[in-house]
């Protein structure tokens, strides 16, 4: 592989379209790509999976094994998914000179908080792994829901250590002026301090004030990404970031080097 793009985010964000709608962009745009379902329960995906882990791993076979319903299945195949890393890394490696794409488990904690899910993105990638967090536009159109965002994306952060995107998705649904602001917020904290505390006045503001600046001061975040994955609005900078990292372009940032 050329390199690989795990995609992670809260249930609902889009993370599905997003992997189908950007590997048609890869394609039209003549880089090769294949997606890889790591989601054992997807009853419906919006694109046709190179690589598919439900042909490894059935939910309702583990349901029956184990004696589980459906959402301890779902937890008990999520770490299943170790037991057939060479099952899925031997198909992966016949595509040499493909950009990967993961598509995880539709909830977030399937993935980015399992024990093993360190393990599994170093196994199947190693150092050609970036992960894309996938935040949903209504939610970050609020100060509040901004910060949530971003400290999620942080827990990420804290369980991979790999490069990440903070990909903004659903931009379609909240308009360019709106999009801007979440821009400007994210470019100048101090402009997100102000909002934040314009809409809120309890108590615990003092706490959510005290994590922006900590996120402000760790620059875990270098920069949204504004995508539309309806529209393939922003996937040239999605690919952009890839190549950079992946084959040493010269805008490449430094948190994202080892030499």
Do not use: H
């Not at 899925?88 to 993935?111: A, C, H, M, N, R």
């Not at 970031?241 to 805008?251: H, T, V, Y």
């Amino acid at each position: 592989m050329i390199g690989s793009l795990f995609v992670t985010g809260p249930a609902g964000t889009g993370k599905s379209t997003f992997c189908g709608a950007f590997k048609d962009w890869l394609i039209q745009n003549e880089y090769d790509a294949i997606i890889v379902n790591l989601d054992p329960g997807a009853e419906y995906l919006p694109y046709e999976p190179d690589i598919d882990i439900r042909e490894f791993i059935s939910l309702n076979e583990v349901m029956s094994a184990y004696s589980l319903g459906p959402n301890g299945a779902q937890v008990v195949a999520a770490d299943l998914l170790l037991d057939n890393i060479d099952k899925i890394k031997s198909k992966i490696d016949l595509y040499d000179e493909y950009y990967v794409i993961f598509d995880t488990p539709g909830q977030i904690e399937l993935f980015s908080f399992r024990p093993g899910s360190p393990l599994l993105v170093k196994s199947l990638a190693d150092k050609k792994a970036m992960i894309a967090f996938m935040a949903d536009s209504m939610v970050s159109q609020t100060p509040s829901g901004f910060i949530s965002e971003k400290m999620l994306f942080g827990s990420v952060y804290s369980r991979f250590y790999v490069p990440m995107m903070f990909i903004l998705n659903k931009i379609d649904l909240i308009g360019e002026d709106k999009v801007k602001e979440i821009s400007e917020w994210e470019e100048n904290p101090d402009l997100l301090y102000d909002a934040f505390r314009d809409e809120n006045t309890d108590a615990v503001k003092d706490y959510f004030l005290n994590v922006i600046t900590a996120l402000r001061d760790s620059d875990i975040i270098n920069k949204i990404m504004p995508v539309s994955s309806k529209d393939m609005f922003g996937f040239e900078d999605v690919y952009t970031d890839m190549s950079n990292f992946f084959e040493g372009g010269e805008d490449t940032d430094t948190m994202y080097r080892d030499d």
